[in-house]
């Protein structure tokens, strides 16, 4: 059997990918498939071990490999829930996405998962190969993992510690592919999935959100201590329903303030990354699957996105 073959047939397929070792006619391939996802490494593995045998192989072996991709996980945080956290970590992977970027969104709140209908992809369940998840993939083309995807809908999840801490990894090791960046929305507070996410998983930033008001911005410190006796860098501050204006008249109030969190952003030396208004255009839209930053006309979330690209540029 000629080893010249037999290397190019598997070459034809795979390319620099595949590594060729010949015992006689018993043919062992070693299979690069980093960043591929799992569908094209399924193939690819099939094509090779034919393109062997069909070169002569009586018999093929193929090693699948793949390096641990290095991701920039950013988590997207809040020191008190209600302040719009999971619908600015939706827009925010859909504007780094249409920027350039290939994220995954990791629905980390587990006992309020909200990403499945904000993302379109409600009642549709993940697989898992070879006991990974696969994010399940949006109309936004943003690939989502969520706990929502995994319980039935409005079953409430009475998990202690550990296990919150066991499904959090599941989602952020997933199957994730090519994807360099992952939104990690979390829950609110500072609690066990905060921590798990900071010791374990690392984030290389964090987004605080939080509206204009005092009380709310009380509890933003919270989140932003806890990322900085962590040693995570604050990514920098969202001022969320900064901001009515009325359909009616167009008079813009401020019935949660205004500049609160840029102030604060200010006098503390955070970036402040931007204000998203109290627009129920923005919240219909979210409700019906469709984030604004999926529109070509998104003025709110872009700026915010490219602000948090800059930096990621820049580390």
């Known amino acids: 059997m000629d080893r010249q073959v037999i290397e190019r047939a598997v070459a034809a397929v795979a390319g620099t990918r595949a590594a060729v070792r010949m015992d006689g006619a018993r043919v062992g391939v070693v299979l690069d498939a980093t960043g591929l996802d799992p569908e094209t490494r399924a193939a690819m593995e099939a094509e090779v071990s034919r393109a062997a045998r069909e070169a002569g192989a009586d018999e093929v072996r193929v090693v699948v490999t793949a390096e641990r991709p290095q ?86 999840l009475a998990w202690r510690g550990p296990m919150t ?44 959100v939080s509206t204009p008001q005092d009380l709310a911005l009380i509890d933003a410190w919270r989140a932003i201590d806890l990322f900085d006796k962590a040693g995570v860098p604050i990514i920098g501050l969202v001022e969320n329903m900064a901001g009515y204006a009325c359909p009616h008249c167009g008079e813009v109030s401020d019935p949660f303030g205004r500049g609160g969190a840029e102030a604060a952003a200010t006098a503390a030396g955070i970036p402040f990354l931007g204000r998203v208004p109290l627009a129920i255009g923005i919240r219909t839209a979210s409700d019906a699957g469709k984030p604004p930053a999926a529109e070509p006309d998104d003025a709110v979330f872009a700026p915010i996105a490219a602000r948090v690209a800059e930096w990621l540029a820049a580390r």
């Open 71 to 156: 991701r920039a996980l950013i988590a997207v945080a809040s020191g008190k829930g209600g302040v719009g956290k999971s619908t600015l970590s939706a827009n925010l992977a859909i504007a780094l996405a249409r920027a350039g970027r290939r994220v995954g969104l990791v629905d980390a709140d587990i006992y309020g998962p909200s990403q499945p209908r904000l993302m379109a992809v409600e009642g549709i369940r993940p697989e898992a190969i070879d006991k990974k998840l696969i994010p399940v993939a949006t109309p936004h083309g943003v690939p989502l993992l969520s706990m929502g995807q995994l319980v039935e809908p409005g079953r409430a």
């Open 165 to 208: 801490a066991g499904a959090l990894g599941q989602l952020v090791d997933a199957e994730w592919g090519a994807a360099d960046t992952l939104i990690v929305d979390l829950p609110p507070g500072t609690g066990d999935v905060q921590l798990t996410m900071v010791q374990k998983h690392r984030p290389v930033g964090a987004v605080i």
